[in-house]
């Protein structure tokens, strides 16, 4: 595929919260953020936008201060993963919990921003992933809580909330909550949940998540994995294989 000669490079945001931020580290082996950098390299920008503790709130006034002018940088893909703090129960000390209805309404308001729809880009929400309630305890008791600020089901709210955003908007989910939860063996329409304190440890979903909300490496592999097939259904024009590189390679480089 000839390449474009010409730049700035286009750019894929990932816009979210911790698991989007620490998405970069690669202290414990795979890491999903240069790994999405490796498969689009030559091609687009990965442009890491995660803030740790944020949920849609912050997200949507954080939004405008960050994101490009289209004549800064045009953003061709952006991907929207938030609900894991919005999803904290209410009177949690963490003050994190946003309602059901305001967290959708916030999802609404950053796919629709001015800001975001005048790069005519490619979007792509992410639902807030399961919880393991035992390794949010385990986790809790090592810096001295023992409050439950999150739920199985409560969090499930937040995933099915952001499907129905998608579907209204006509705009592409990856549910990375159910993609998580049948590889621990839950199935379509079952009411006992991996994750929930109500059903035995599920060593599978302990695994995915490093402290029962965080993404181990393993965690990280099987996101990585889904959204490469969610842009390639989705959005197959902007799947790495079809973009060329922005510059030709050494032998047709000009000198």
Same mark, same amino acid.
């Not at 916030?106 to 001015?114: E, F, Q, S, T």
């Not at 409050?147 to 409560?154: G, I, Y």
């Not at 099987?222 to 994995?225: D, K």
């Given at each position: 595929?000839t390449?474009?000669?010409?730049?700035p490079? =286009?750019?894929?945001?990932?816009?979210?919260?911790?698991?989007t931020e620490?998405?970069?580290?690669?202290?414990n =082996?795979? &890491?999903f953020m240069?790994t999405?950098?490796?498969a689009?390299?030559r091609?687009?920008?990965?442009?890491?936008?995660?803030?740790?503790?944020?949920?849609? &709130?912050?997200?949507?006034?954080?939004l405008?201060?960050?994101?490009?002018?289209?004549?800064?940088?045009?953003?061709?893909?952006?991907? %929207?993963?938030?609900?894991?703090?919005?999803?904290?129960?209410? $009177?949690?000390?963490?003050?994190?919990h946003?309602?059901?209805?305001?967290?959708?309404q916030?999802?609404?308001?950053?796919?629709?921003?001015?800001?975001v729809?005048?790069?005519?880009?490619?979007t792509?929400?992410?639902? &807030?992933?399961?919880?393991?309630?035992?390794?949010?305890e &385990?986790?809790?008791?090592?810096?001295?809580t023992?409050?439950?600020?999150?739920?199985?089901?409560?969090t499930?709210?937040?995933?099915?909330?952001c499907?129905?955003?998608?579907?209204e908007?006509?705009?592409?989910v990856?549910?990375l909550?159910?993609?998580?939860m049948?590889?621990? $063996?839950?199935?379509?329409?079952d009411?006992?949940?991996p $994750?929930?304190?109500?059903?035995?440890?599920?060593?599978?979903?302990?695994?995915m998540?490093?402290?029962g909300?965080?993404f181990?490496?393993?965690?990280y592999k099987?996101?990585?994995?889904a959204?490469?097939?969610?842009i390639?259904?989705n959005w197959?024009?902007?799947?790495?294989?079809? %973009?060329?590189?922005?510059?030709?390679i050494?032998?047709e480089?000009?000198?």
């Open positions: 595929m390449a474009e000669c010409r730049g490079y =286009g750019q894929i945001i990932l816009f979210g919260d911790s698991i620490m998405s970069s580290q690669g202290d =082996g795979f &890491a240069p999405l950098q490796n689009y390299m091609r687009l920008d990965v442009i890491n936008r995660g803030f740790s503790g944020y949920n849609t &709130a912050h997200a949507i006034k954080v405008p201060l960050f994101m490009p002018r289209k004549e800064q940088a045009q953003v061709r893909i952006m991907v %929207i993963w938030f609900g894991a703090n919005d999803a904290c129960l209410p $009177g949690s000390s963490s003050q994190q946003v309602p059901l209805d305001d967290y959708k916030n999802l609404r308001d950053i796919v629709k921003h001015d800001i729809r005048s790069h005519q880009l490619s792509i929400l992410i639902t &807030a992933p399961p919880v393991d309630e035992y390794g949010l &385990a986790a809790g008791l090592l810096n001295g023992t409050e439950v600020s999150r739920t199985a089901d409560h499930k709210k937040y995933a099915d909330a499907i129905e955003v998608g579907q908007m006509e705009v592409p990856l549910d909550w159910s993609v998580l049948i590889k621990a $063996g839950w199935k379509q329409g009411s006992a949940l $994750g929930s304190k109500a059903e035995p440890k599920n060593a599978v979903l302990a695994e998540l490093s402290d909300l965080h181990s490496p393993e965690g099987v996101l990585f994995q959204l490469m097939n969610t390639e259904t197959p024009k902007d799947s790495p294989q079809a %973009i060329p590189y922005r510059f030709p050494w032998t480089a000009p000198k």
